[in-house]
């Protein structure tokens, strides 16, 4: 798989070279108001002729009606199965875009230009896309790698700070599941980095790995779900909400606090290394609002998860900083014990 991901202020200039080799039928570009306006510009001297799609901006957007305006626009621009879509934008166009090319004509090829952090060392690499249904987050998709990807740093200098920092969550999750000398490393450090290349590079080899092991989900690629479980139904939860909506990244942030707690009871996790996981994420994060009556409503979310079997709800923990164990079963009442430890912090 690394050897069709290109990272690098350079990485733009190999995309001619995949497109020239391959001879696709037509070229076509999705993205959305934001990457139109800063990231486009960027991408198109390195483009033959072309077509865009564009879209809104959102979660709130990455849902059926969505797909069904991008495969009309296919439709109309008379896309047949050679034909390549190009994705430029953050885990949203990503995730859709992905979608949307492998169900179209059964199939067509199509490239990540990931523009966002969180895209750029997570959402762009293993192969899933998809798309949320009734609220559910990523409850529709597939397994479909892509051609290649092409990650520039270059386009984190469009991004606000809150963008930056969602990306950053999964950063972390990859070193407390894969590597704690890294996380060591860094929690002295914070955020302050000037080389986002090397920590992209260092996050998308773990990922990587992960899912050459295993790239349908079968067993051990569950390791990444980490934060995921309580994560997703606190996102999912609060997506309704305008007012209290969370990125991605912020919502994991919560998870990997609350799983770290569970990790923690169970007896993996270490009380001095659930401490240190606590301060170093609230460090960088803001603490999440959440009430009382909110606990039962996100527990009962967790009932929907991907990784569930039957009505056990199936957690990916940590067993210690840099290991991490899936398929453990956690309870309702574990959840919202976490989160009420969540709460209490």
Same mark, same amino acid.
């Given at each position: 798989?690394? %050897? ?8 733009? %200039? ?34 033959? @002729? ?94 479909? @790698? ?50 986002? %290349? ?36 606190? @996102? ?30 169970? %007896? ?78």
């Amino acid at each position: 798989m690394t %050897e069709t991901i290109h990272i690098g202020q350079q990485a733009l %200039e190999e995309l001619p070279i995949l497109l020239q080799n391959k001879a696709f039928s037509k070229v076509v570009v999705l993205l959305d108001e934001h990457t139109l306006a800063h990231c486009y510009p960027l991408l198109k001297p390195h483009l033959p @002729e072309h077509d865009l799609i564009q879209v809104r901006s959102g979660e709130e957007h990455k849902t059926l009606e969505t797909c069904a305006y991008i495969w009309q626009r296919m439709t109309e621009l008379h896309l047949d199965r050679w034909a390549v879509l190009l994705n430029l934008g953050g885990g949203v166009i990503g995730d859709m875009g992905g979608f949307c090319a492998a169900v179209f004509k059964r199939g067509i090829f199509f490239v990540q230009v990931p523009t966002t952090l969180l895209a750029q060392v997570d959402a762009s690499v293993g192969g899933k896309t998809g798309i949320d249904f009734q609220g559910l987050k990523n409850h529709l998709g597939v397994y479909r @790698e892509p051609q290649a990807v092409f990650i520039n740093p270059t386009f984190l200098q469009t991004l606000p700070p809150r963008q930056l920092k969602s990306g950053y969550a999964e950063i972390i999750k990859h070193w407390l599941i894969a590597d704690a000398v890294k996380f060591e490393e860094q929690r002295n450090i914070g955020m302050m980095t000037d080389n986002w %290349e090397e920590l992209i590079w260092h996050s998308v080899a773990i990922k990587s790995q992960v899912v050459e092991a295993d790239p349908l989900e079968g067993g051990y690629r569950k390791v990444l779900n980490f934060g995921h479980t309580v994560g997703h139904a606190v @996102e999912t939860y609060l997506m309704s909400q305008p007012d209290r909506a969370l990125l991605h990244g912020e919502a994991i942030a919560v998870g990997m606090i609350c799983e770290a707690f569970l990790s923690e009871k169970k %007896e993996l996790l270490a009380k001095a290394d659930l401490d240190k996981i606590e301060v170093f994420m609230e460090m960088i994060y803001e603490k999440v609002a959440i009430r009382e009556d909110d606990v039962e409503q996100i527990a009962a979310l967790a009932l929907q998860d991907k990784k569930n079997t039957g009505m056990s709800i199936n957690c990916t923990l940590l067993n210690g900083i840099g290991h991490a164990v899936y398929n453990q079963p956690i309870t309702l009442h574990d959840i919202k014990e976490s989160l009420r430890y969540y709460q209490s912090l």
